[in-house]
């Protein structure tokens, strides 16, 4: 009996909490097993990329609908969801690695890349390494476009620590939740609840610090500068609402209007949507206006 109880323990894994509707595949890369979801068909393949503290699940209101039309490939990077986590320390642009390298193993053609937050960060990073991979890149709510002087970025990064991110309590983790909406769903619980659950995981130190280690290299690796080198059309969706960008500490005169002119100034191809009632979390909050406005620019 102790046996049996030992080893249900040390089976208690991130990974073994998160219920993923649709059935998960996995693919070796390096030294990395990457989980996906592969739904739909379609001569343009969408391939999406979550953000910081996040998982697949997080685009599953875009896929549902968009998964008609095209083929929908959905991944957890390394170190979160049901990937692997054999390093702490990836850069954005080993993401990148990972994702072309993703791209190339399955043989992937007329690819559409969409990040989310950090996703949408590492998304810039993957097309520019490389380019002949992609045909659109879509970016909702990115990260990466706001400037950050670099006494902010050491007050940012001392701000957050492995302590922080494993002792948070479930209050502080629904009000994390709660400022990424304008107007917290109910169907996000499913959030909240799993993030909850996770304390208890053999594996939460390894997340804490790869969490940890990706608010680094998101400091470390700005994509502002590097815009104007993307010579392929670009979709940006932003919550008129998002709480989280611009930083409202740091930056409290900013907006998202300014970030966005700001990028649209270094980038011919851009096309700049704005949602209403929405915050961080656009593509869950507002799915449907979101979904077509990926239509509508995918069409052209």
């Not at 697949?56 to 979160?80: F, H």
């Not at 998002?242 to 005169?253: G, R």
């Not at 449907?288 to 990926?294: A, L, Q, R, S, Y």
Request: hydrophobic share 40%; net charge negative.
């Amino acid at each position: 009996m102790i046996l049996c109880w030992l080893s249900a323990v040390s089976q208690n894994q991130i990974s073994d909490i998160l219920n993923y509707d649709e059935e998960v595949k996995k693919i070796s890369i390096a030294n990395e097993k990457i989980a996906f979801t592969d739904e739909g068909s379609g001569e343009k393949t969408l391939v999406f990329i979550h953000g910081l503290s996040s998982n697949l699940k997080s685009w599953y209101k875009n896929v549902s609908a968009l998964k008609a039309d095209y083929r929908c490939i959905a991944l957890d990077l390394p170190g979160y969801g049901k990937s692997t986590k054999n390093s702490t320390t990836y850069s954005l642009k080993d993401y990148a690695g990972f994702l072309n390298s993703f791209i190339e193993i399955m043989n992937l053609t007329n690819v559409v890349l969409l990040g989310h937050s950090m996703g949408g960060q590492v998304a810039v990073i993957t097309v520019l390494d490389a380019p002949e991979n992609f045909i659109n890149l879509v970016l909702v709510a990115s990260a990466g476009i706001e400037t950050f002087s670099e006494k902010e970025a050491m007050v940012m990064k001392a701000s957050y620590t492995t302590a922080i991110v494993e002792e948070s309590t479930p209050e502080q983790i629904r009000n994390n939740f709660e400022m990424n909406f304008y107007q917290f769903p109910e169907d996000a619980e499913f959030m909240v609840r799993e993030r909850i659950a996770m304390r208890d995981t053999d594996d939460m130190n390894i997340y804490s610090e790869v969490v940890v280690n990706n608010i680094h290299a998101m400091l470390d690796e700005p994509i502002i500068d590097r815009l104007s080198s993307i010579e392929i059309p670009v979709l940006m969706i932003y919550g008129k609402n998002d709480l989280l960008i611009p930083n409202k500490y740091f930056h409290p005169s900013q907006d998202i209007r300014s970030l966005v002119k700001d990028a649209k100034e270094r980038i011919s191809t851009l096309k700049v949507r704005l949602i209403d009632e929405a915050g961080h979390f656009v593509n869950f909050e507002k799915p449907d206006e979101v979904n077509e406005e990926i239509k509508q620019f995918l069409k052209q």
